[in-house]
């Protein structure tokens, strides 16, 4: 069992930039892919980045590769999503989420994930 408490949401201005962390608990000792994906109202879930914690592969959707950058620190069971350049598109609750499979393509397979956060709300304002 793994539990997931996102934290870092606000609203900010559109071209600032925020930085969201994931902090894990429970079962913190085998390797999972530790994921965030976006929802905005009407839409459907997004895969944003990915990344292992047994390694420093990461994935990014297309939509934020060079903005966004998903890091790691295995000492604190945390994981980070910073965010630059933020768009209004951006707007959404962002959540975490940890699976064992760590591919580009679980971004768009959100059932391989097996623990879910409760998310954290990010508005870019324009």
């Known amino acids: 069992q793994v539990q997931l408490v996102e934290s870092g949401g606000r609203s900010v201005q559109a071209g600032g930039s925020l930085s969201l962390s ?17 929802q905005a109202p009407g839409k459907e879930r997004e895969g944003v980045a990915a990344i292992y914690t047994g390694g420093d592969n990461t994935y990014y959707a297309d939509s934020v590769k060079g903005r966004f950058t998903i890091s790691q620190d295995n000492a604190k069971n945390t994981v980070y999503l910073q965010m630059n350049s933020l768009k209004p598109d951006d707007t959404a609750m962002y959540s975490c989420a940890a699976g064992v499979i760590c591919a580009g393509w679980v971004l768009n397979r959100a059932g391989v994930f ?11 304002s324009s």
């Not at 994931?22 to 976006?38: E, I, K, L, P, V």
């Open 114 to 124: 097996r623990y879910w956060g409760q998310g954290t709300q990010v508005t870019v």
């Open 22 to 38: 994931c902090a894990a608990s429970g079962d913190t000792h085998s390797r999972y892919c530790m994921a965030w994906f976006r």
